[in-house]
C-alpha cells in the first residue's frame, strides 16, 4: 500500500512540474472519434476520412474507433482531462450531461446553413438544449416489425403498408390469429422495456413526459401512454400471442426462434437487418412491416446517432467545416447504408439506394417522416426514473406479475419523485 | 487411507462435471469462433459446427488490429507483473516479519483500497497522467496497473512470507549467513511459487482490465486487447458474435498457456506450509 501511495504522491509531484503539450506541428490534425461497430460502416467512415484528408491537406483528420461499450464515462474522463477528441460520435440521449456541462460546443453559427436546412427541425431538436445545439443528428432508425413474410401469406392476413399501418387493436387480433401449436404471432424482445415502449407509444398519443409552465417535468400515465403496454401485456398473458420468454431478451436472442419459424414476427431497430441477412438460414423470406399505428399515426420516438465537436477543440470551424463535408448528402446516404439505419437529411433520403423494395429499405425510409425526438431526451433524471422506476414496473407489467393501475402509480408516484429532486 | 473403487468413481465422476462445467464458457466460445453466420442464428446449436470456416478469424484479423493488441497487452501485462512483484516483494517481507500496528494498519488499508471503484479514481488518475505525458502511452498504462496490483500483491505475498518458518533465517544466520543472504539464498526459493502465483494474479488482472485502457489509450495502434473486442459489439450490445467469439477466443490462450507453464509452481506455492515438517 505504501508503494502505491508512494507512487500515487510522485506523480502527483511530478504532475505539478509539467506542463501540458501542444498537438499540432504546423497544420491542423483533428481526432474524430467515431462509433462505427460494423464492418461497412467502420470502411465506410474510414474511406471518408481518406477523402477528406486527400483534398485538405492544411487540416488532416485522424480516425479514432470508440466503442459504444462505456462511452458515457470514457468521454466524461477526456473532457474533465481536457484530452477530448474533437469531432464526437455519439448517441442524442447520450448528450445532455455533456451538454449542460459545457463540454461540448454551441454549433448554432458553425454550420453550413445548407446542413441546417437539410436536417427536419424535429431532428434538431434531439441536440438541442436550452438555446443551443450541440451535436448534428445524422443517422436514426425507427422500430419495425421483421416478419417471416411466408407466414403471413399463407395466413391471410392484411400485410399492413406505410400507407395502411395496422392499428394497436389489428396488430394484437393478428397475433393472436398467427399464434397456437407452440407458435407465437410475436417475439417481444424487452429486456430494455424501456425505451421501447416510450418511443411506440408516441404513435398511440401517449406522452408520459409533461412540461408545466414553470418548466418543470412531471410523468402522467394518460390513457394514449396506456395502449402499447396494455397490448404487449394482452398479449403476453391473455392472448398468449407473444412468447413469454423473450420478454426478457435482447433483440439478437429472439433471431433464432424466429429463423425456426416459432415467432411470425419480431419488433426489433432498423438496423438489425443487418444480422438478419447475415444469419438468415438459406430460403427464408422475411420482409419489414411499420410498427402499428394509433391515434398519433406512425409516429415514434428515435435517439439519433449526433456528431459534436468539444468545446475544447482550438479548430472548431474546421471541425464544422469537416463535419460538414462528411454530412453531404451523398456521404450520409454512405454512412446509412454503412449501418442500415436511415440518414436523417432529407436530401439524403432521396437517395434511391434508400428506397429499394430489398432488405426492407423503402418501408423504412417512407417512416423516416413520422420519427420524433424520444419522449425522455431533454427529461433531466430520466436515467434515474428509468432504471429504479420504469423499468421494473413495466417488467413487472409485462410479465404479469402487477396490474395496468400498480404500473401507473407506480410510473407516477415513484416516477415524479424522482425527477423532482432534479428540478429543485 | 485407501478410498474404495465406488468412493473413487464418484469422485472422479463429481471431478469430471466440474471440469466440463468449468470448460464450458470457453468450448462454446471455440465452437461459436468456427460457425458461419447462419449456424450462429440457429435455435439448435450444435457442439461441432456443421460447416466450419475461418472466415470470422479473417474478418477479426481484417477489422481490427488484433496482433497489435494482443502485443500491447502482452507487454503492458507482463510488465505490470514484473514491476509488481519487484516493488511488493520485499514489502511483503517488512509487512509479514515485522509484527508492529503499522504493518497490521498496512494490510487492513490494502483490503479497504479494493473496495475502491474504478470510477473514482480515473479522472484525478487521468489528470496526471496527462501532466506526465503517459496519456495514450503503454508505459502509463503498466504505472496505472503496477499500482493498481501493488495492494493485493503485497496482501498475497505476505501470506506466503508468513508460511517460510523463521527457524530458517535464524539457523542460517546462526551458519554465518547475512541478513542479504539469508533472504537471498534461503528465503527467495521459498518463496518462488508464491511470487510466481502474484506474478501470475498481476498478469491476468492486467491482461482483462478494460476501463483504464479504454480511457488512457486513444489511438488504435496503442490500445490493448479488451478494448480492441469491444469494437464488435455495436449499441444495445448488439454484437458481430463470430468476429467477436474468433478474437475472444485468441485472447484467452496467452492466459492459458501462462498458466499452463507456472501452474505447477501454483500448486506447489498453494501446498507451501500445509504440512507442518
Same mark, same amino acid.
Given at each position: 500500500?505504501?508503494?502505491?501511495?508512494?507512487?500515487?504522491?510522485?506523480?502527483?509531484?511530478?504532475?505539478?512540474?509539467?506542463?501540458?503539450?501542444?498537438?499540432?506541428?504546423?497544420?491542423?490534425?483533428?481526432? *474524430?472519434?467515431?462509433?462505427?461497430?460494423?464492418?461497412?460502416?467502420?470502411?465506410?467512415?474510414?474511406?471518408?476520412?481518406?477523402?477528406?484528408?486527400?483534398?485538405?491537406?492544411?487540416?488532416?483528420?485522424?480516425?479514432?474507433?470508440?466503442?459504444?461499450?462505456?462511452?458515457?464515462?470514457?468521454?466524461?474522463?477526456?473532457?474533465?482531462?481536457?484530452?477530448?477528441?474533437?469531432?464526437?460520435?455519439?448517441?442524442?440521449?447520450?448528450?445532455?450531461?455533456?451538454?449542460?456541462?459545457?463540454?461540448?460546443?454551441?454549433?448554432?453559427?458553425?454550420?453550413?446553413?445548407?446542413?441546417?436546412?437539410?436536417?427536419?427541425?424535429?431532428?434538431?431538436?434531439?441536440?438541442?438544449?436550452?438555446?443551443?445545439?450541440?451535436?448534428?443528428?445524422?443517422?436514426?432508425?425507427?422500430?419495425?416489425?421483421?416478419?417471416?413474410?411466408?407466414?403471413?401469406?399463407?395466413?391471410?392476413?392484411?400485410?399492413?403498408?406505410?400507407?395502411?399501418?395496422?392499428?394497436?387493436?389489428?396488430?394484437?387480433?393478428?397475433?393472436?390469429?398467427?399464434?397456437?401449436?407452440?407458435?407465437?404471432?410475436?417475439?417481444?424482445?424487452?429486456?430494455?422495456?424501456?425505451?421501447?415502449?416510450?418511443?411506440?407509444?408516441?404513435?398511440?398519443?401517449?406522452?408520459?413526459?409533461?412540461?408545466?409552465?414553470?418548466?418543470?417535468?412531471?410523468?402522467?400515465?394518460?390513457?394514449?401512454?396506456?395502449?402499447?403496454?396494455?397490448?404487449?401485456?394482452?398479449?403476453?398473458?391473455?392472448?398468449?400471442?407473444?412468447?413469454?420468454?423473450?420478454?426478457?431478451?435482447?433483440?439478437?436472442?429472439?433471431?433464432?426462434?424466429? *429463423?425456426?419459424?416459432?415467432?411470425?414476427?419480431?419488433?426489433?431497430?432498423?438496423?438489425?437487418?443487418?444480422?438478419?441477412?447475415?444469419?438468415?438460414?438459406?430460403?427464408?423470406?422475411?420482409?419489414?412491416?411499420?410498427?402499428?399505428?394509433?391515434?398519433?399515426?406512425?409516429?415514434?420516438?428515435?435517439?439519433?446517432?449526433?456528431?459534436?465537436?468539444?468545446?475544447?477543440?482550438?479548430?472548431?470551424?474546421?471541425?464544422?467545416?469537416?463535419?460538414?463535408?462528411?454530412?453531404?448528402?451523398?456521404?450520409?446516404?454512405?454512412?446509412?447504408?454503412?449501418?442500415?439505419?436511415?440518414?436523417?437529411?432529407?436530401?439524403?433520403?432521396?437517395?434511391?439506394?434508400?428506397?429499394?423494395?430489398?432488405?426492407?429499405?423503402?418501408?423504412?425510409?417512407?417512416?423516416?417522416?413520422?420519427?420524433?425526438?424520444?419522449?425522455?431526451?431533454?427529461?433531466?433524471?430520466?436515467?434515474?426514473?428509468?432504471?429504479?422506476?420504469?423499468?421494473?414496473?413495466?417488467?413487472?407489467?409485462?410479465?404479469?406479475?402487477?396490474?395496468?393501475?400498480?404500473?401507473?402509480?407506480?410510473?407516477?408516484?415513484?416516477?415524479?419523485?424522482?425527477?423532482?429532486?432534479?428540478?429543485? | 487411507?485407501?478410498?474404495?473403487?465406488?468412493?473413487?468413481?464418484?469422485?472422479?465422476?463429481?471431478?469430471?462435471?466440474?471440469?466440463?462445467?468449468?470448460?464450458?464458457?470457453?468450448?462454446?466460445?471455440?465452437?461459436?469462433?468456427?460457425?458461419?453466420?447462419?449456424?450462429?442464428?440457429?435455435?439448435?446449436?450444435?457442439?461441432?459446427?456443421?460447416?466450419?470456416?475461418?472466415?470470422?478469424?479473417?474478418?477479426?484479423?481484417?477489422?481490427?488490429?488484433?496482433?497489435?493488441?494482443?502485443?500491447?497487452?502482452?507487454?503492458?501485462?507482463?510488465?505490470?507483473?514484473?514491476?509488481?512483484?519487484?516493488?511488493?516483494?520485499?514489502?511483503?517481507?517488512?509487512?509479514?516479519?515485522?509484527?508492529?500496528?503499522?504493518?497490521?494498519?498496512?494490510?487492513?488499508?490494502?483490503?479497504?483500497?479494493?473496495?475502491?471503484?474504478?470510477?473514482?479514481?480515473?479522472?484525478?488518475?487521468?489528470?496526471?497522467?496527462?501532466?506526465?505525458?503517459?496519456?495514450?502511452?503503454?508505459?502509463?498504462?503498466?504505472?496505472?496497473?503496477?499500482?493498481?496490483?501493488?495492494?493485493?500483491?503485497?496482501?498475497?505475498?505476505?501470506?506466503?512470507?508468513?508460511?517460510?518458518?523463521?527457524?530458517?533465517?535464524?539457523?542460517?544466520?546462526?551458519?554465518?549467513?547475512?541478513?542479504?543472504?539469508?533472504?537471498?539464498?534461503?528465503?527467495?526459493?521459498?518463496?518462488?511459487?508464491?511470487?510466481?502465483?502474484?506474478?501470475?494474479?498481476?498478469?491476468?488482472?492486467?491482461?482483462?482490465?478494460?476501463?483504464?485502457?479504454?480511457?488512457?489509450?486513444?489511438?488504435?495502434?496503442?490500445?490493448?486487447?479488451?478494448?480492441?473486442?469491444?469494437?464488435?459489439?455495436?449499441?444495445?450490445?448488439?454484437?458481430?458474435?463470430?468476429?467477436?467469439?474468433?478474437?475472444?477466443?485468441?485472447?484467452?490462450?496467452?492466459?492459458?498457456?501462462?498458466?499452463?507453464?507456472?501452474?505447477?509452481?501454483?500448486?506447489?506455492?498453494?501446498?507451501?506450509?500445509?504440512?507442518?515438517?
Amino acid at each position: 500500500m505504501r508503494a502505491r501511495l508512494l507512487a500515487l504522491v510522485l506523480l502527483l509531484l511530478l504532475a505539478g512540474c509539467s506542463s501540458g503539450g501542444t498537438r499540432d506541428d504546423g497544420r491542423i490534425t483533428l481526432r *474524430f472519434q467515431s462509433l462505427a461497430w460494423q464492418e461497412e460502416s467502420v470502411e465506410a467512415n474510414k474511406r471518408l476520412v481518406e477523402e477528406w484528408n486527400a483534398t485538405h491537406p492544411d487540416v488532416r483528420v485522424e480516425y479514432v474507433q470508440g466503442s459504444w461499450d462505456s462511452v458515457h464515462d470514457q468521454l466524461l474522463t477526456a473532457f474533465e482531462g481536457g484530452e477530448a477528441p474533437d469531432i464526437i460520435h455519439d448517441a442524442s440521449d447520450d448528450l445532455a450531461d455533456f451538454a449542460y456541462g459545457g463540454y461540448l460546443a454551441d454549433l448554432t453559427g458553425l454550420l453550413p446553413a445548407r446542413l441546417k436546412s437539410d436536417i427536419p427541425r424535429r431532428s434538431w431538436q434531439t441536440t438541442t438544449f436550452g438555446d443551443g445545439v450541440y451535436g448534428v443528428p445524422f443517422l436514426q432508425e425507427p422500430r419495425v416489425l421483421i416478419a417471416n413474410a411466408t407466414w403471413l401469406r399463407t395466413s391471410g392476413v392484411r400485410i399492413p403498408t406505410p400507407a395502411k399501418p395496422w392499428s394497436w387493436a389489428e396488430f394484437r387480433r393478428v397475433t393472436e390469429r398467427l399464434s397456437g401449436r407452440g407458435k407465437y404471432g410475436v417475439a417481444w424482445p424487452l429486456k430494455e422495456p424501456v425505451s421501447a415502449t416510450l418511443n411506440l407509444s408516441l404513435s398511440a398519443g401517449g406522452q408520459l413526459f409533461h412540461r408545466g409552465p414553470d418548466g418543470k417535468v412531471t410523468v402522467r400515465f394518460g390513457t394514449g401512454d396506456q395502449v402499447v403496454p396494455r397490448t404487449v401485456h394482452a398479449q403476453a398473458n391473455t392472448d398468449r400471442s407473444a412468447s413469454p420468454t423473450t420478454l426478457g431478451s435482447g433483440g439478437s436472442d429472439t433471431l433464432p426462434g424466429f *429463423f425456426a419459424g416459432r415467432y411470425a414476427m419480431v419488433p426489433l431497430g432498423f438496423s438489425y437487418r443487418q444480422q438478419i441477412v447475415q444469419q438468415a438460414p438459406r430460403g427464408f423470406a422475411w420482409q419489414v412491416l411499420p410498427a402499428p399505428a394509433g391515434a398519433g399515426g406512425l409516429t415514434q420516438g428515435v435517439s439519433p446517432q449526433t456528431l459534436s465537436i468539444a468545446e475544447d477543440c482550438p479548430h472548431k470551424k474546421q471541425a464544422a467545416e469537416f463535419l460538414d463535408f462528411l454530412l453531404r448528402p451523398p456521404n450520409m446516404v454512405r454512412l446509412a447504408l454503412g449501418d442500415w439505419m436511415l440518414p436523417t437529411g432529407t436530401e439524403a433520403l432521396k437517395d434511391p439506394a434508400l428506397h429499394r423494395t430489398k432488405d426492407g429499405w423503402a418501408t423504412g425510409t417512407a417512416l423516416a417522416g413520422h420519427l420524433r425526438p424520444a419522449p425522455a431526451q431533454s427529461v433531466r433524471g430520466y436515467p434515474e426514473w428509468k432504471d429504479k422506476v420504469a423499468t421494473p414496473a413495466l417488467q413487472e407489467y409485462y410479465s404479469g406479475a402487477i396490474g395496468i393501475d400498480e404500473l401507473g402509480r407506480r410510473l407516477e408516484e415513484d416516477g415524479n419523485l424522482v425527477l423532482a429532486r432534479y428540478q429543485r | 487411507m485407501r478410498t474404495s473403487t465406488p468412493a473413487r468413481a464418484g469422485q472422479y465422476t463429481a471431478l469430471l462435471a466440474y471440469l466440463v462445467f468449468l470448460a464450458f464458457p470457453f468450448l462454446w466460445l471455440l465452437s461459436t469462433a468456427f460457425k458461419p453466420p447462419r449456424e450462429l442464428g440457429s435455435l439448435h446449436p450444435t457442439w461441432i459446427p456443421e460447416d466450419p470456416t475461418l472466415a470470422n478469424f479473417r474478418q477479426a484479423f481484417d477489422e481490427q488490429p488484433l496482433l497489435q493488441a494482443a502485443l500491447n497487452s502482452l507487454l503492458a501485462a507482463l510488465a505490470a507483473a514484473v514491476i509488481a512483484v519487484l516493488i511488493a516483494t520485499p514489502m511483503a517481507y517488512v509487512v509479514a516479519r515485522r509484527r508492529t500496528r503499522l504493518a497490521k494498519a498496512v494490510t487492513g488499508w490494502v483490503v479497504v483500497s479494493q473496495a475502491f471503484p474504478f470510477v473514482l479514481l480515473i479522472i484525478p488518475l487521468f489528470l496526471v497522467l496527462k501532466n506526465l505525458r503517459l496519456i495514450n502511452s503503454v508505459p502509463g498504462l503498466v504505472l496505472v496497473y503496477v499500482v493498481w496490483a501493488l495492494p493485493f500483491a503485497l496482501w498475497m505475498l505476505a501470506g506466503y512470507v508468513r508460511a517460510v518458518p523463521p527457524e530458517l533465517e535464524e539457523a542460517a544466520a546462526v551458519d554465518g549467513a547475512g541478513r542479504l543472504r539469508t533472504l537471498v539464498s534461503v528465503t527467495a526459493p521459498l518463496l518462488a511459487p508464491g511470487i510466481v502465483a502474484t506474478a501470475l494474479f498481476a498478469f491476468i488482472t492486467a491482461w482483462n482490465e478494460f476501463f483504464f485502457a479504454l480511457v488512457l489509450l486513444k489511438t488504435p495502434e496503442k490500445q490493448t486487447l479488451p478494448v480492441v473486442l469491444t469494437h464488435f459489439i455495436g449499441a444495445e450490445g448488439v454484437a458481430d458474435l463470430g468476429p467477436l467469439a474468433a478474437a475472444a477466443f485468441l485472447a484467452t490462450l496467452p492466459s492459458l498457456v501462462v498458466f499452463a507453464i507456472i501452474q505447477r509452481r501454483i500448486t506447489g506455492g498453494m501446498l507451501t506450509g500445509a504440512v507442518k515438517s
